[in-house]
């Protein structure tokens, strides 16, 4: 699986070629649960 991959960036508004990282906190509020994860899928 290859690491970088090409992917929407909100902050450039296009398409780039980076790591695609995307960190979630979550809460239940009394505990706080890093979570990390990527999204994958075809690119026409």
Excluded: E
């Excluded at 070629?17 to 994860?37: C, Q």
Aim: net charge negative; aromatic share 14%; hydrophobic share 40%.
């Amino acid at each position: 699986m290859d690491l970088v991959t090409y992917h929407w960036s909100g902050k450039h508004h296009d398409v780039v070629k980076g790591i695609n990282l995307i960190t979630l906190l979550w809460s239940d509020g009394k505990a706080l649960v890093p979570t990390d994860f990527r999204l994958y899928g075809d690119y026409p």
